[in-house]
T-cell receptor, first 108, second 114 residues
Framework: KNEVEQSPQNLTAQEGEFITINCSYSVGISALHWLQQHPGGGIVSLFMLSSGKKKHGRLIATINIQEKHSSLHITASHPRDSAVYICAVIAGNTPLVFGKGTRLSVIA | KAGVTQTPRYLIKTRGQQVTLSCSPISGHRSVSWYQQTPGQGLQFLFEYFSETQRNKGNFPGRFSGRQFSNSRSEMNVSTLELGDSALYLC?????????????FGQGTRLTVV
């Protein structure tokens, strides 16, 4: 069974700061998702990656398959980035396994 | 393109009752997965349907069931509700539901059992 660990659990940053959220998993995977959940509850898929690096606006996601580790970076953070960020992995045809999430608060 | 639509958004039920939640996937998507989110357990997989067939099932009691219709819309049902069933129920759709396929989530249905 895949275990997914995220760190930190909670993060408070000043507007403009560079933010890094980490995700480690225990078993080889086919793909990894980074998800964003706002207080209303809905979830938005930010990235799905199986190797290397992806960039979308101020968000960058990287994955190291050998080390079983992924990071989500937010450059020039803004209060609207405040949300819970969730890492989820998929291995073979098994369902998504989720981390507990990282609660980010960006203060103006 | 319309997103994933879940109805209702909020629901209050009494212990022992049953409830049915609905999920309409993105047009053309054939896979619908259901998840339960609670503060203590986080997000947990309930089941996945693909072309009207249950393809995967999580570790939940038989009180939790689901189905998918020919238009890919899915429903999940929880019978004999317990207080611990209070949670946010999310569904996600994807085109194939196979490996390396992006999933699109709905806004969720928040169920409160009193």
């Amino acid at each position: 069974k895949n275990e997914v660990e995220q760190s930190p659990q909670n993060l408070t940053a000043q507007e403009g700061e560079f933010i890094t959220i980490n995700c480690s998993y225990s078993v080889g995977i086919s793909a990894l998702h980074w998800l964003q959940q706002h207080p209303g509850g809905g979830i938005v898929s930010l990235f799905m990656l199986s190797s290397g690096k992806k960039k979308h606006g101020r968000l960058i996601a990287t994955i190291n398959i050998q080390e079983k580790h992924s990071s989500l970076h937010i450059t020039a953070s803004h209060p609207r980035d405040s949300a819970v960020y969730i890492c989820a992995v998929i291995a073979g045809n098994t369902p998504l396994v989720f981390g507990k999430g990282t609660r980010l608060s960006v203060i103006a | 393109k319309a997103g994933v639509t879940q109805t209702p958004r909020y629901l209050i039920k009494t212990r022992g009752q049953q409830v049915t939640l609905s999920c309409s996937p993105i047009s053309g998507h054939r896979s619908v997965s259901w998840y339960q989110q609670t503060p203590g357990q986080g997000l947990q997989f309930l089941f996945e349907y693909f072309s009207e067939t249950q393809r995967n099932k999580g570790n939940f009691p038989g009180r939790f069931s689901g189905r998918q219709f020919s238009n890919s819309r899915s429903e999940m049902n929880v019978s004999t509700l317990e207080l611990g069933d209070s949670a946010l129920y999310l569904c996600a759709s994807s085109g194939q539901g196979a490996v390396n396929t992006e999933a699109f989530f709905g806004q969720g249905t928040r169920l409160t059992v009193v």
